[in-house]
């Protein structure tokens, strides 16, 4: 499969000592980690405050990214399956809200479960049957269930047809109307943290491993007793349910949804943020997330050249970092 | 009645018969052998037992139960686990995750489980760990190489940690694909001996498929010799080593030093 990580080639590159060698010193302790994870908090709980209101919008977007580059980690880059629909199950979370407050008058929090529930079952549609084959005929399949979510999106009544659904209530939580830029920020930055423990907590167990055992070696695992076919439908199914949650706070945090939000480039932004930051590991696919959002915005001074100058970038950074910004050793 | 039987196994591939009418068994509790030249079926075979391969005819029962219908991971289950001929460690992973593999079919924690860290989950990582870790030791593997990447190991640890991996699915019949390919002289007595204390301390039948006839008649109670796809012969290995058959097959193939071994 095209996406096993580790091939011979990139790893003898990353052998060699880099720049990072100096970096990973700074992380080589539970202790330092502990620190730098504390600054990091502390730093993402102050920002708001220190930089400004076009910032925080910005800084919530990394974080929505970050979160469905989470999700789709444990689809692609723990379980090695390449998902090139994935702005689909963000669609079904944010149309399934969307419908559901507006149309038929629901609470948001009412919302959720229903809308994890539908991402779960797309997941089973598509996944079920497609999961059996082996390589990547589910890229395949994946970027047609892509396509059809958005233009069914487009063109159902249900789902508001091109101009999508406007006018999504904004939550309250005990008293806290939930309505600002700042305060989706912090509900996105909680949000962000859930779904990082899921994932530590996730990697480290039988279900992790297993993810790990099929993506290296199908046969193998199979050898060991491993259903490769309910392994692999449990990480798309969980990456469905990271994609829907992120799509209901998309959706009540920008009012309106349309299907422009869902395209294949959203899916191809979300893989290229577990890519670049490492697949399968957690601090790289955060950090990938970031690079997505925050380049072109730092970028922004470069006027229309700024995307060109990102896109080498990229092609840099995979160039001499095929698999990824974050340090090789260290795998979660 | 015999641990594992098989009756009339035919195997073919496009129009190519790899094995044909195969009659095979291995009684529990036994050390047995399936020898042959290249290219004989031997780990066709050995594919059809686990499952990888569907034969066209022919019925296999393992422990009773009917086997020729499940998939790779449920005849796991069942109780026959496997070695590869070349060994397929995962990569990037330590060797007590390696390990731990084969106690997936043992345990069951699903997700929420683990998202939660219930303490059932909890209990059943760490029976995971120390089942690992047991089989570790037996194979003879130190704790300072559980945590180091399994493929940075020696090569003849590589392949004991394969044979630890497969132990840890508890087995009642372990399949070896070829254990010694490789290995030195010292290591190839060891693995008689860890062979031996397979079946005698852990009550596991062995069969296993090898090419250092030495070896197999020093080890085997059964020798079963598998030659284009059809069982030539079965008996002790000096039935076997008395068997004008057995010495045809061998001299008419390219493995002309085995059958100097004979």
């Not at chain 1, 912090?186 to 530590?200: G, K, Q, W």
């Not at chain 2, 694909?177 to 008689?192: M, N, R, Y």
């Not at chain 2, 090898?210 to 030539?232: F, K």
């Amino acid at each position: 499969m095209a996406l096993q990580s580790g091939s011979p080639g990139p790893q003898s590159i990353e052998a060699r000592p880099s720049a990072w060698g100096g970096l990973t010193v700074l992380l080589d302790t539970p202790t330092k980690r502990g620190v730098a994870l504390v600054v990091i908090l502390a730093v993402m709980i102050a920002a708001p405050q220190v930089f400004g209101a076009y910032a925080t919008v910005i800084l919530t977007n990394a974080l929505l990214y970050a979160i469905l580059a989470l999700g789709l980690n444990i689809v692609v880059g723990y379980a090695g399956l390449l998902d090139l629909g994935y702005a689909a199950f963000f669609a079904v979370g944010a149309y399934s809200v969307g419908i559901l407050t507006t149309t038929f008058g629901w609470n948001f929090w009412a919302t959720i479960p229903v809308a994890v529930l539908a991402a779960m079952c797309a997941g089973i549609i598509i996944g079920g049957p497609t999961l059996r084959l082996r390589s990547d005929y589910l890229a395949i399949v994946t970027l047609g269930f892509g396509e059809i979510v958005r233009i069914a999106a487009r063109n159902l009544d249900i789902t508001g047809k091109a101009s999508g659904i406007s006018g999504i209530e904004q939550p309250w939580l005990f008293g806290w109307h939930i309505a600002r830029p700042v305060d989706f920020y912090y509900v996105f930055l909680v949000l962000t943290i859930i779904a990082i423990l899921v994932s530590v907590r996730l990697s480290g167990s039988r279900l992790g491993r297993a993810w790990l055992y099929v993506r290296h070696d199908e046969d193998a695992a199979e050898a060991m007793g491993i259903d490769r076919v309910r392994v692999k439908l449990a990480a798309y199914i969980i990456g469905a349910i990271y994609g829907s949650i992120g799509g209901a706070f998309f959706a009540v945090n920008l009012t309106a949804i349309s299907p422009q939000s869902f395209s294949f480039q959203q899916s191809t932004l979300f893989l290229m943020a577990v890519i670049l930051g490492g697949m399968g590991k957690i601090p790289g696919v955060i950090l990938g997330a970031f690079v997505v959002v925050l380049g072109p915005e730092l970028l922004r001074d470069l006027g229309s050249f700024r995307y060109l100058v990102f896109a080498v970038g990229l092609l840099l950074i995979m160039l001499f970092r095929p698999s990824g910004i974050w340090p090789v050793g260290s795998r979660r | 009645m015999a641990l594992l039987d098989l009756k009339g196994v035919t195997l073919g591939f496009a129009g190519n018969t790899v094995l044909s009418d195969v009659n095979f068994a291995v009684a529990e509790g036994v050390i047995a052998s399936l020898i042959g030249p290249n290219g004989a079926g031997k780990t066709s075979l050995f594919n059809c037992i686990t499952g990888f391969y569907k034969p066209q005819r022919g019925a296999i029962r393992f422990d009773g139960a009917e086997t020729l219908t499940l998939k790779p991971w449920q005849v796991t289950r069942t109780g026959i686990a496997r070695t590869f001929q070349n060994v397929r460690l995962f990569r990037q992973m330590s060797v007590l995750e390696n390990v731990m593999s084969g106690q997936h079919c043992r345990s069951r924690a699903g997700a929420i489980a683990a998202v939660l860290r219930l303490p059932s989950q909890r209990a059943e990582e760490k029976r995971i760990r120390d089942a690992a870790a047991q089989c570790l030791r037996f194979v003879g593997i130190d704790p300072e190489e559980w945590d180091r990447d399994a493929t940075t190991l020696a090569y003849g640890h590589q392949r004991r940690v394969e044979i630890a991996r497969a132990l840890a699915t508890e087995p009642k019949l372990l399949l070896l694909d070829e254990p010694a390919a490789g290995l030195t002289k010292g290591e190839k007595a060891e693995l008689v001996t860890l062979i031996a204390r397979i079946r005698d301390q852990r009550k596991i039948a062995v069969l296993l498929i090898e090419h250092d006839t030495s070896l197999v008649m020093s080890i085997s109670e059964r020798v079963s010799v598998l030659d284009h796809g059809v069982m030539i012969a079965e008996g002790s290995p000096k039935e076997i080593q008395a068997n004008p058959r057995v010495i045809e097959a061998y001299l008419g193939s390219e493995d002309a030093e085995a059958a100097l071994a004979l």
